[in-house]
């Protein structure tokens, strides 16, 4: 009976684990090697949605504040409604199909502001006039108004700001005695005005 464990045997064993070892390491680089090009795809993909989600929130804007009038309530021209709702809405579908967590969230700080800008310009007139509304595309000012209101199950940043935390080190009262007074008065910070 010949022993396995010769000569012969243990080279064509060893041969055959280099062997094998290599394809793995192949694989394994050419699996990463895949994965990074899916990866660099998906960022080059999501920064064009990004930067073309951008532009349709500020393009969205300028046609609706265009010819606004000196009261500081924007036009009532039905082009302009509409245009400014489809540009919205074209935001909304590049917006959707970002899925880089990095742009989703820039992209949810950006919508913000925006969306503030725009009730800055249609959402804090109480005032305005069933007349003012005629002739314009009932469906766009929806979308408009919708943009410009705050949304129920958006997150308020400030609703999770240690405010201890905030005023630690800092100098926030020193020298500003009508803050100090100010916050003594509010129920819900006044501990932090110390005496």
């Not at 010769?6 to 990463?32: C, D, K, P, Q, R």
């Not at 969205?60 to 265009?66: D, P, Q, V, W, Y």
């Not at 949810?108 to 109480?126: N, T």
């Not at 997150?155 to 080190?169: A, K």
Request: with cysteine; hydrophobic share 40%.
């Amino acid at each position: 009976m010949q022993s396995f464990f010769n000569e012969g045997n243990m080279i064509s064993t060893i041969s055959a684990f280099i062997a094998l070892s290599s394809a793995v390491f192949a694989l394994v680089g050419l699996t990463f090697t895949y994965k990074k090009n899916k990866f660099d795809k998906r960022l080059s993909l999501d920064k064009e949605l990004f930067d073309a989600a951008v532009i349709k929130l500020e393009a969205s804007f300028e046609i609706l504040t265009k010819n606004k009038e000196e009261s500081g309530i924007v036009s009532n021209d039905r082009s302009n409604w509409i245009m400014s709702a489809r540009e919205i809405e074209k935001f909304k579908q590049f917006k959707n199909k970002i899925e880089t967590e990095h742009y989703q969230m820039v992209l949810s700080s950006i919508e913000e502001y925006w969306s503030h800008k725009f009730y800055d310009v249609v959402g804090k007139s109480d005032l305005i006039q069933q007349g003012y509304y005629k002739g314009l595309h009932a469906g766009s000012v929806l979308i408009v108004y919708a943009f410009a209101s705050w949304k129920e199950d958006q997150e308020c940043p400030i609703d999770s700001v240690n405010y201890e935390n905030l005023l630690q080190g800092s100098k926030v009262f020193q020298g500003r005695y009508g803050l100090i007074e100010y916050i003594k008065q509010d129920r819900q910070f006044s501990h932090l005005a110390k005496s």
